[in-house]
């Protein structure tokens, strides 16, 4: 039971008592019930004893009614203020991608670092939506995200209701190579959890299948082209080229994070997703829409 509710329980109970024991005087008094052999001052006695309950009892429910109804004002009060911190930070956090020069269409977020935190990177993928970002791509190189992807979506439902409320629309959630989708709060946002298998093992496969076309004659080998590689990869169908990598850990790589989509985009590292705050990713976006891309000029 949690303490306002213990608190109300324990005031009514000491409420009932001391309507209780004023009947039960009253009634006493009324009555004017002694036994015969009894005096004047014993039979005063039980009376006055009955009396000195029913105002112990009082007491403890006037001073135990006060506190529990404080305490009940004051959780409520929390719970505004939570839900009025909410609703000014899903106004800072939108405001936020509006005052950018630019905001990546498609972000990824990678992960180098050998323990992954499910809460923090459920943070990193709420703020993302938050700020108007598209598409979103999870991925570490030893696949736990998408191993376990029903505990982060599980992880981000919960942030998307605590940050975000429940004023947004749903959108369909999407894990690379699977036919099965996921229902989950979002603001028009897409999400992917990808591991190696969606990098070189993806573009070997697309390869495979470019060759037997080519031995079914349904193609010629003069067809190959980005456009017709594109196509044939299946890890991310349906979403552009990565514009933004944000890369967590102290490893100077992307450990076969989409190698055929990144050759164009903008990689920002960061020491740790470990307990990253708002600002620290905001940063990075403010540094990415700050830079030149010149596409190879």
């Not at 905001?103 to 993928?125: F, K, R």
Request: proline share 4%; charged share 20%; hydrophobic share 45%.
């Amino acid at each position: 039971m949690s303490g306002a509710g213990g608190l109300a329980w324990r005031a009514l109970h000491a409420l009932l008592r001391a309507l209780l024991g004023l009947q039960r005087a009253l009634l006493a008094c009324l009555r004017g019930r002694r036994p015969a052999t009894a005096t004047a001052a014993t039979a005063a006695g039980p009376r006055a004893w009955l009396w000195r309950r029913a105002a112990s009892a009082a007491a403890s429910c006037a001073l135990l009614a006060p506190a529990a109804g404080a305490f009940a004002f004051r959780k409520a009060g929390a719970a505004r203020r939570r839900a009025g911190g909410a609703a000014q930070g899903r106004q800072r956090w939108r405001s936020d991608g509006r005052a950018l020069q630019k905001l990546p269409v498609h972000m990824g977020l990678v992960v180098t670092e050998e323990e992954p935190s499910y809460a923090d990177m459920a943070s990193l993928v709420v703020w993302c939506m938050a700020v108007g970002i598209s598409y979103v791509s999870v991925y570490d190189h030893n696949g736990i995200f998408k191993r376990n992807n029903s505990r982060l979506m599980d992880e981000i439902l919960k942030q998307q209701q605590e940050l975000l409320g429940l004023d947004c629309s749903k959108y369909t959630v999407e894990f690379a190579n699977q036919d099965k989708a996921d229902q989950v709060l979002n603001c028009q946002s897409a999400l992917k959890v990808l591991s190696p298998e969606d990098g070189k093992a993806d573009i070997v496969k697309a390869a495979q299948n470019f060759c037997q076309l080519v031995a079914q004659q349904q193609r010629t080998y003069t067809d190959l082209d980005v456009n017709v590689l594109d196509n044939l990869l299946s890890s991310t169908n349906g979403f552009p080229d990565p514009d933004l990598v944000l890369k967590f850990g102290p490893v100077d790589s992307t450990l076969g994070f989409l190698p055929w989509h990144i050759r164009l985009t903008e990689i920002i590292s960061l020491p740790s997703h470990l307990n990253i705050s708002y600002e620290d990713f905001f940063s990075a976006l403010h540094h990415y829409a700050a830079c030149e891309q010149r596409w190879g000029k």
